[in-house]
T-cell receptor, first 111, second 116 residues
Framework: SQQGEEDPQALSIQEGENATMNCSYK?????LQWYRQNSGRGLVHLIL?????REKHSGRLRVTLDTSKKSSSLLITASRAADTASYFC???????????FGKGNQVVVIP | EPEVTQTPSHQVTQMGQEVILRCVPI?????FYWYRQILGQKVEFLVS????????KSEIFDDQFSVERPDGSNFTLKIRSTKLEDSAMYFC??????????????FGPGTRLTVL
């Protein structure tokens, strides 16, 4: 089954604004991880939130997890041009820790 | 900070040729993975490897694919006879999980495979 499905969207914002993106999934999970990918490059890990956590912060990032709705959101506050990238959520649901990725959100921050 | 490395960064090959993609996972990690991302699509799981054997594989990982950990540091993905549709970015990843608790999965920078 599909896991880690973001609302596929392209988000274009001005520098300094906040960017919010969402992710939904279908089955129970162990954790949910968010990654950033600059065009054609590797996956950079941003944050991991476990199934028993509801909110987590890391610098300008805030992640929430609602297991009852099977959804997560990633908020980037005070965005910068360098935040321009694709953002993926990935769910870990199995015993081998393999990740199921969503389609990604393209975020463009205009200086 | 330790990181996953991959070589080469870009591999161009002719259809039908064999390719080997190489990865060096983070040294104390126990689980290793290969994923691929076809241009413009989402990242797809190929295979996981633990305790020197495949622990799980996807439908994509057919008989044309194999993985190996030939020594204590390298982890390789071999495609025996490449097809045009194998063109993609291939990512290696590793996880520690020595406690059994799920943990952060770290990805390498990827190898872009182009099959002509």
């Amino acid at each position: 089954s599909q896991q880690g499905e973001e609302d596929p969207q392209a988000l274009s914002i001005q520098e300094g604004e906040n960017a919010t993106m969402n992710c939904s999934y279908k089955t129970s999970i162990n954790n949910l991880q968010w990654y950033r990918q600059n065009s054609g490059r590797g996956l950079v890990h941003l944050i991991l939130i476990r199934s028993n956590e509801r909110e987590k912060h890391s610098g300008r990032l805030r992640v929430t997890l609602d297991t009852s709705k099977k959804s997560s959101s990633l908020l980037i506050t005070a965005s910068r041009a360098a935040d321009t990238a694709s953002y993926f959520c990935a769910t870990d649901a199995g015993g081998n820790n393999r990740l199921a990725f969503g389609k990604g959100n393209q975020v463009v921050v205009i200086p | 900070e330790p990181e996953v490395t991959q070589t080469p960064s870009h591999q161009v090959t002719q259809m039908g040729q064999e390719v080997i993609l190489r990865c060096v996972p983070i040294s104390n990690h126990l689980y290793f993975y290969w994923y691929r991302q076809i241009l413009g699509q989402k990242v797809e799981f190929l295979v996981s490897f633990y305790n020197n054997e495949i622990s799980e594989k996807s439908e994509i990982f057919d008989d044309q694919f194999s993985v190996e950990r030939p020594d204590g540091s390298n982890f390789t993905l071999k495609i025996r006879s490449t097809k045009l549709e194998d063109s993609a970015m291939y990512f290696c990843a590793s996880v520690w999980t020595g406690t059994g608790i799920t943990d952060t999965q770290y990805f390498g920078p990827g190898t872009r495979l182009t099959v002509l």
